[in-house]
């Protein structure tokens, strides 16, 4: 499999995060999950900024942009 998606990334830290939270983990198993968990939410949210950075940018884009400039068919 390629590079894991954002969603893929998500889906496996709410699944890091139930096994946690199941309080039915040793110790060593409990830090690796718990390492395990903060990549994927840094990961998460460094993604969630560039989309939002990109989305920002194509506003600004669409902002700037004057139809006139065209040239299409005089109406």
Known sequence: MGNPTY???LARL???VEELESGDVPLE???ELYKEGLTLARDCSRR??????????MGR??????P?????EDE
């Open 7 to 9: 969603e893929d990334k």
């Open 14 to 16: 709410t699944a890091v």
């Open 29 to 31: 198993r409990g830090v």
């Open 48 to 57: 969630l900024q560039e989309a939002q950075n990109e989305v920002t940018r």
């Open 61 to 66: 884009d669409l902002a700037a942009f004057d």
């Open 68 to 72: 006139d400039e065209l040239g299409g």
